[in-house]
């Protein structure tokens, strides 16, 4: 975990660069989670639908909704693979994306069928994922998405 | 930013107007107070805040997050369903002069609370010292009188909103005098309109109207015409419950009857629209729309560009509206109740569906 601005970044992990999601890939499995930047920038999270559980997803297929006081946008998935796990203290209490994005906020967990070729979509390397943050922190800032 | 675990930490619990003030939560996002962002991305600069008190506002109303027969503390209710944080009203003004560029309006809600003429006043002071925003007050009338309303004017306020919210006298009763610990009379609210629009004079003044309160729609439609009449805004909102508050198992009114009541509000507007236009079955309820042959392409076309279902509310500084409220009626995962943006075309298309206005158009 590294600290960017005001953000503790883990490096260790993959990221979707688009619709930033962390992913932690442990042989054939992937968790996923919502990036620190992106948790912030939405504000509180509301309500968090997922009829996802033991459906296949093609990488992009939206799997759920997530919704925030000022925003709702579809979840999308990072790579193609059957939800195996979905986090149901998330969809009981939402907050815990704001509060701990990258534990406790969770959302599901992947079985993955083309990981060998989508993964190499994903941001991954300490020097790519600081680039990349440090690139889309400046981008939601100059949106005015960023509390100063 | 403000924290979300600690919105209201207990040592905040006594720091209330005039040095703090709520905020709504996208006027705190305008003023960079709070990150956020909305679903589509769009200008906003209408800052709305209200007035902070340790006993609250000691009104009741069956429909309002911050009735004081609501569970929970006052400190700890949300109104219009989302949170208000609660912020230092110099840190407010200062940034309403870094982020001056893209202000639009300013809107200090009121609350019914003996201190609440002096803390608008304060609060009203510090801001044309330092900005040039244009400063709307929704008022408290029980709290008011001719000289309090005549202070806000010489002080630079512009635009006077009168919360009535039940649009008919029966219903301001049922949910706003007869209630637990009620006491706002309808002759009151209607006293302050009245010398409000005296003293502001024409265009200056709105009063907002909550559909979806029991009204009928006749209920609405007249108090629409009496108040374009005698040149004062309507303002539309769509009932939303407040989980917990008494009303917040409700029903909203549904999306059919709210398009029809946004496009016939625009077209007394925009068209002088008569009350002989409009037919009502023994309930009240609008059964008939008659529009003049060679006025019904003006009004589709008006309808295409979707001008009538955008929210309405006091004008910034090039007239266009400022206070925009985005998602004050609605949740962010429903369809917008109304718009802070001019729809697209395809929310056009959407909201033709839901008017289904072949069922009452010259019938």
Not at chain 1, 38 to 62: D, H, P, R, Y
């Amino acid at each position: 975990m590294i600290k960017i601005d005001k953000y503790d970044v883990d490096t260790s992990l993959f990221y979707d660069a688009n619709e930033h999601y962390w992913v932690k890939i442990e042989g054939n499995v992937a968790k996923v989670g919502m990036s620190p930047l992106i948790q912030e920038t939405s504000g509180a999270f509301v309500a968090v639908q997922m009829n996802a559980l033991g459906k296949e997803f093609s990488k992009g297929e939206g799997f759920g909704t997530i919704e925030a006081e000022k925003h709702v946008g579809p979840l999308k998935a990072p790579l193609s693979g059957k939800i195996t796990k979905v986090n149901q203290e998330v969809i009981e209490n939402p907050r815990l994306i704001n509060y701990d994005a990258y534990g406790d906020g969770w959302l599901v967990e992947m079985e993955l069928t083309n990981a060998e070729n989508e993964v190499l979509d994903l941001i991954i390397g300490e020097d790519k994922v600081v680039e990349w943050f440090k690139s889309e922190l400046k981008k939601f800032e100059d949106k005015g998405w960023i509390a100063q | 930013m403000i924290p979300l675990e600690t919105i209201v930490p207990e040592d905040e619990k006594k720091k209330m107007s005039p040095d703090f003030v709520r905020i709504s939560a996208a006027s705190a996002m305008a003023l960079r107070m709070r990150s956020g962002r909305f679903t589509r991305d769009f200008d906003f600069g209408g800052i709305n805040i209200l007035l902070n008190y340790d006993n609250g506002c000691l009104a009741d109303c069956g429909y309002c997050g911050l009735a004081r027969t609501r569970p929970g503390d006052y400190e700890d209710k949300s109104f219009i369903r989302v949170e208000w944080p609660l912020v230092d009203t110099d840190e407010v003004v200062d940034r309403m002069t870094t982020y001056a560029e893209n202000m639009t309006r300013l809107c200090i809600s009121q609350v019914t609370h003996p201190k609440s003429h002096a803390d608008t006043i304060e609060i009203t002071k510090k801001l044309v010292a330092k900005t040039d925003t244009p400063i709307s007050i929704l008022c408290a009338p029980p709290v008011l009188n001719r000289e309090k309303l005549q202070e806000y004017k010489d002080l630079g306020v512009d635009m006077i909103g009168v919360g009535l919210d039940g649009v008919s006298e029966a219903i301001f009763k049922q949910h706003r005098t007869d209630v637990p610990n009620g006491s706002l009379k309808w002759s009151n609210y209607w006293d302050i309109i009245n010398l409000s629009r005296e003293i502001f004079g024409e265009w200056k003044v709105n009063v907002h109207t909550v559909v979806g309160l029991g009204e009928s729609d006749k209920d609405m439609m007249d108090v629409f015409f009496h108040l374009f009449d005698n040149q004062i805004f309507p303002y539309l909102f769509s009932f939303n419950p407040e989980p917990d508050s008494r009303m917040g198992d409700w029903e909203r009114a549904d999306i059919k009857r709210w398009r029809r009541i946004q496009l016939i509000k625009h077209l007394i507007e925009k068209y002088d629209l008569k009350p002989e236009a409009l037919a009502y079955d023994a309930d009240g309820n609008l059964t008939s729309l008659k529009v003049d042959e060679g006025k019904i392409n003006e009004v589709i076309e008006h309808l295409d560009k979707g001008i009538p279902f955008m929210t309405d509310g006091c004008p910034g500084p090039d007239g266009e509206v400022g206070c925009t409220r985005p998602y004050g009626s609605y949740k962010p995962s429903e369809q917008y109740r109304d718009f802070p943006f001019q729809p697209s075309s395809n929310d056009v298309v959407q909201i033709k569906k839901e008017l289904e206005l072949e069922e009452i158009m010259n019938k």
